[in-house]
């Protein structure tokens, strides 16, 4: 089950094979599948990201594996993910929201705040400049 607004882990699969360019049976074989067939069902949604084979798929496809990791606990185990997310006390962060952040900090602002709705909107249309046109950010 998907939290609406927000995209399904096989949608997200689907549009990252689409924008690698890569075929199916490229990427089965990377990732150790016996066939292709298996890819076929994670896209339609009737199978899940096996999680031994997040980080090959992710690797395949060129996407972050730890917003994929994120992706599918978030979809196919959301207690599990809620409890790690308790346990650790802190984001589990991908590589560019690391990025992100560490130009946040090198600013060198003493405890960085939005305080204002202004500050708030702004903040958010940089982010939006992010966003690569008609894609699924990874």
């Not at 998907?2 to 924008?19: F, N």
């Amino acid at each position: 089950m998907t939290v609406p607004g927000k995209i399904s882990v096989a949608q997200y699969i689907s549009e990252q094979i689409r924008l690698s360019g890569k075929m199916q049976q490229e990427i089965s074989k990377e990732v150790g599948f016996a066939t292709p067939n298996m890819i076929s069902m994670i896209r339609k949604g009737t199978a899940k990201v096996p999680l031994d084979k997040v980080t090959r798929i992710a690797k395949a496809v060129g996407i972050d594996p730890i917003h994929m990791f994120k992706l599918c606990f978030a979809e196919y185990y959301p207690d599990v993910w809620a409890d790690i997310q308790r346990v650790f006390a802190y984001p589990v962060l991908t590589s560019h929201e690391m990025d992100i952040l560490d130009l946040v900090r090198s600013a060198n602002v003493d405890n960085p705040k939005v305080r204002t709705d202004e500050e708030r909107q702004r903040i958010r249309a940089v982010i939006e400049t992010l966003k690569p046109d008609n894609a699924v950010n990874d």
